[in-house]
């Protein structure tokens, strides 16, 4: 499985403007195990309450039934689970989105997809969000700049809610220059669209994306 992302990256690489048309069959027993073995054992549970080591039993058969309702298109991501955190200096709070314990198996799988692909695309100063790649490299790469340039102006810029605000059409037409696949754009807006649920609310999510969840699988 590492093999075919490897070589799908490669071809991502080499060609800035080829189509991938059929990515969703990767999605499979095999690539869900391994994410299943590298999720952190710690991290909240959804609204299922379920956490690593208790899906871990019978783990086989979890992940043989979960294949076959992707591939009959019965899957249905359950609502997130709505937290707030404090915002890091400020008096602010953060929403947070905690998705239940197999639907973060899905967007895991799906996230190794997408990075496979996008990380051709993306340039070299950015950072956010990318494997192996964090604000401590971020900032060694900044104070580089600032020793070693010219330098007049600092800007530090951000977009107020953009994580809230996301609009799903214009993602999935973004998304649709690289990857042509119905199934995979049919995945991912039944992630956007499962809902959030917050103190026993159900809300729907007609827009944005929730952190902790999809753009961070």
């Known amino acids: ?19 991938f048309t059929s990515l969703a069959h990767l999605i499979n027993e095999e690539l869900l195990e391994i994410c299943h073995h ?97 604000c401590h490299d971020a900032l060694k790469v900044l104070n580089h700049i600032i020793e070693k340039s010219k330098i007049n102006y600092i800007v530090d810029a951000d977009i107020k809610g953009f994580f809230n605000h996301v609009d799903h059409q214009c993602l999935l037409k973004f998304i649709g220059h690289r990857i042509k696949d119905p199934n995979i754009h049919h995945l991912i807006i039944r992630l956007l669209k499962s809902g959030v649920m917050y103190k026993g609310e159900f809300s729907d999510t007609t827009e944005g994306t929730p952190q902790g969840g999809l753009c961070k699988a």
């Open 38 to 134: 590298e999720m952190d054992p710690n991290k909240a549970s959804g609204i299922d309450r379920v956490m690593k080591e208790k899906y871990g039993e019978s783990l086989s058969n979890k992940l043989q039934d979960l294949v076959v309702q992707m591939k009959q298109h019965s899957y249905h991501p359950q609502p997130v689970k709505r937290v707030y955190i404090p915002k890091t200096g400020t008096k602010e709070l953060r929403p947070l989105g905690i998705p239940a314990y197999e639907d973060k198996l899905v967007q895991a799988a799906l996230s190794k997809i997408l990075n496979a692909i996008y990380e051709a695309d993306f340039m070299e100063c950015s950072f956010g969000f990318r494997p192996n790649r964090g």
């Open 1 to 19: 499985m590492i093999t075919k992302l490897a070589k799908i990256a490669d071809v991502a690489k080499a060609k800035p403007k080829e189509q």
